[in-house]
T-cell receptor, first 112, second 116 residues
Framework: LAKTTQPISMDSYEGQEVNITCSHN???????ITWYQQFPSQGPRFIIQ???TKVTNEVASLFIPADRKSSTLSLPRVSLSDTAVYYC?????????????FGSGTRLQVQP | DAGVIQSPRHEVTEMGQEVTLRCKPISGHDYLFWYRQTMMRGLELLIYFNNNVPIDDSGMPEDRFSAKMPNASFSTLKIQPSEPRDSAVYFCASNPAGPRSGTEAFFGQGTRLTVV
């Protein structure tokens, strides 16, 4: 499985846009990029998934360059409630190989 | 749907006792996962099932750990005997089959286990 690297922590203020970048140099052709969010005392929650270019949903946007060796999760206008750990995962979304491996994640702290 | 349901939410037990954690996946999901989370080691995949059959148990730390899935709506993770180093939050997650769904898992609230 492709290994991912992301910053350990980030700080931001309410109302700002936050971009968290993840490196995955060994991503395979069939791999998708998936981001999860985890609040304290809760299980991780799926945020967004993409394969290439840009994906947007009601929560976030995911930018993936043409070489797919990295990806950026963009959170528009963060609020205090966005304080959480964000995980980047890479894996084949279409096969039975479902062993999702979580890295260390990025701890985002949003200040008032 | 109520989501993935785990019980108990908290468990405190003495070293050497048997501990059983329970999970009810989302109806219709074909995959079920057990994870363990600690500050030191983060989120670790212990085992996962497909259609009630264990597929990969390479993450199970020792023979003291065992997991079963007797039917599509129930799974257990058992630790016997328990040790203080087993203290962690244990998460169960489920995942539907189908295209592009392989990386979208739905997690339960977790069971916080403390072994004293």
């Amino acid at each position: 499985l492709a290994k991912t690297t992301q910053p350990i922590s980030m700080d931001s203020y309410e109302g700002q846009e936050v971009n968290i970048t993840c490196s995955h140099n060994n991503i395979a052709t069939n791999d998708y990029i998936t981001w999860y969010q985890q609040f304290p005392s809760q299980g991780p929650r799926f945020i967004i998934q993409g394969y290439k270019t840009k994906v947007t949903n009601e929560v976030a946007s995911l930018f993936i360059p043409a070489d797919r060796k990295s990806s950026t999760l963009s959170l528009p206008r963060v609020s205090l409630s966005d304080t959480a750990v964000y995980y980047c995962l890479v894996g084949d979304a279409n096969t039975g190989r479902r062993a999702l491996t979580f890295g260390s994640g990025t701890r985002l702290q949003v200040q008032p | 749907d109520a989501g993935v349901i785990q019980s108990p939410r908290h468990e405190v037990t003495e070293m050497g006792q048997e501990v059983t954690l329970r999970c009810k996946p989302i109806s219709g999901h074909d995959y079920l996962f057990w994870y363990r989370q600690t500050m030191m080691r983060g989120l670790e995949l212990l085992i996962y099932f497909n259609n009630n059959v264990p597929i990969d148990d390479s993450g199970m730390p020792e023979d003291r750990f065992s997991a079963k899935m007797p039917n599509a709506s129930f799974s257990t993770l058992k630790i016997q005997p328990s040790e203080p180093r087993d203290s962690a939050v244990y998460f169960c997650a489920s995942n539907p089959a189908g295209p592009r769904s392989g990386t979208e898992a739905f997690f339960g609230q977790g069971t916080r286990l403390t072994v004293v």
